[in-house]
């Protein structure tokens, strides 16, 4: 039977890959920030979502959609690399400590990421949004993507002239000059308890959304990844105020402005969804979206259980579709798990790259499982792994062991009647609870230490930690 499968999951694999066509597609892949499982209207918001929802329409819903760490720097590195992070050092979000042994924080420059694979198949690669994967020049995503508008920081206020100097947006080398320490309109007139109140202001979302729309339109007849991590709806939580004023029935104050941060970033994945029909590229591009983790205190995971920073379903499982038009089928569910993990092989894959065994990716190519129906009921996974501080957890299958305390207590959960993990199995299925206790320390056994984070046990402070570096410096004009 076990044969039988994988030769079904081959052949599927070719029928994808010949519907596609001998064009390259673009790939298009939104990874937006803090977005809870119930924020988007396909999964029961109470915003408004059309844009992203039609992604979902238009292809395929993952109910079961999971990223590979409950906050953000960690996540995109697994995203980015289809490797558990834990694989190269990356436990935590980049802090002020740093591992004496460790000769980078983040992902290392010897490890390829989703732009290093797509570049060699002829892409022109483009990061819009927001990066955290390192703060050595090699590491920036100006040095490894073609086109890099954004910033490389946990957050981001969302005008250029608040930020700091350490922190700035960038224009691939070049930072913004309107920083905080520069600008000359008083902090007060610009921003209102969140409220953004000047109308000469560009708004992040907005900028950010206009970067990936002119790289869409430089790159339109050749194949392109248009990388999208918007900030949004990572705090803090600012908001232009005639958005602000549609929220206006929203009591609560923050999630007031969360609503409005959420309805921006929705209108701008619209812009950019309405560039790739202006172009005529639907059937050519395959467009992925989904959070780097799930939503914060003013952001729904209803209907499940916690938050942002655990690694309860709320904090890992997240809003996560697919669209590629005449090759994915619309309106279509896959139940099964799927990972952040799997982006880079299913992008190299539609791209006709091949992922070689010396890759060493956990994750797989999704598309022989969503575009024929007949391989729905096949798993990409059987196993997924979390670390992240003391909380360690597996799903396997449908069982879900999961401990917030490094192994002091665990607690198991049968995902596929209660996926709000409401009932604790731990005592009536101690085999089984036992059988993935040993699986998860074993994974955890294969992982070298985590070089950085806010722990000071994990080495020495870094001098340089969140000061200008050297390439903050604005780049000279250049000789007459």
């Known amino acids: 039977m076990q044969r039988y499968s994988c030769l079904l999951i081959a052949i599927l694999l070719c029928c994808c890959a010949g519907n596609a066509g001998a064009t390259s597609p673009n790939i298009i ?29 238009n292809g395929v819903q993952f109910t079961d959609g999971y990223v590979t760490c409950p906050v ?22 980049l802090g002020p400590y740093q591992r004496e042994e460790a000769s980078h924080i983040g992902i290392p420059p010897t490890e390829p990421i989703l732009s290093d694979r797509l570049r ?27 086109q890099f508008f954004g910033f490389n920081n946990g957050a981001s206020n969302y005008l250029a002239e608040l930020n700091r100097a350490h922190n700035p947006i960038f224009n691939n080398r070049t930072p913004l000059k309107t920083l905080q320490s520069r600008q000359s309109t008083p902090r007060a007139e610009l921003i209102d308890n969140g409220t953004i109140s000047s109308d000469k202001s560009k708004y992040l979302t907005d900028s950010i959304g206009d970067a990936a729309v002119r790289f869409i339109d430089a790159n339109k007849k050749k194949p392109f990844l248009c990388y999208v991590p918007f900030n949004a709806i990572h705090g803090p939580f600012q908001a232009p105020q005639h958005l602000v004023q549609r929220f206006r029935d929203e009591p609560n104050q923050k999630r007031r402005l969360v609503k409005a941060m959420l309805y921006a970033l929705d209108q701008n994945v619209g812009k950019i969804l309405q560039c790739v029909r202006n172009h005529r590229l639907q059937k050519q591009t395959l467009i992925i ?5 799930g939503g914060h205190d003013h952001s729904p995971n209803t209907p499940l259980r916690g938050k942002k920073g655990t690694i309860w379903e709320g904090g890992i499982r997240i809003p996560f579709c697919m669209q590629w038009q005449g090759v994915i089928p619309e309106a279509s569910m896959y139940n099964f798990p799927v990972s952040s993990l799997d982006i880079l092989p299913t992008a190299v894959a539609a791209a006709g790259g091949t992922v070689l065994p010396q890759w060493n990716l956990d994750g797989v190519n999704l598309l022989p499982f969503v575009c024929q129906k007949s391989a729905t009921n096949q798993r990409p996974h059987q196993k997924l792994y979390w670390s992240w501080g003391p909380r360690r957890a597996i799903r396997n299958l449908d069982y879900k062991l999961l401990t917030s305390d490094s192994g002091k207590s665990y607690q198991l959960f049968d995902l596929a009647t209660d996926m709000s993990e409401s009932t604790d199995l731990i005592a009536s299925h101690p085999e089984i609870a036992d059988r993935l206790r040993s699986e998860l320390q074993k994974w955890q056994e294969q992982m070298p230490p985590n070089n950085s984070g806010w722990n000071p046990r994990v080495g020495p402070k870094r001098p340089d930690f969140a000061k200008p570096q050297p390439y903050h410096q604005p780049v000279p004009p250049p000789s007459p």
């Open 29 to 57: 892949l939104f990874f937006v920030d803090d977005l809870g499982y119930g924020d988007v209207g396909y999964q029961g918001g109470d915003v408004p979502t059309p844009h992203i929802d039609s992604i979902a329409n």
């Open 72 to 93: 953000c720097a960690p996540s995109r590195a697994g995203l980015l690399t289809g490797r558990y992070q834990q694989r190269f050092g990356f436990g935590d979000n």
């Open 120 to 146: 060699a198949l002829g892409y022109s690669t483009g990061l819009f949004g927001k990066t955290h994967d390192g703060s050595d020049e090699e590491q920036m995503a100006f040095s490894r993507w073609d």
């Open 289 to 293: 979206f989904l959070s780097d983790n």
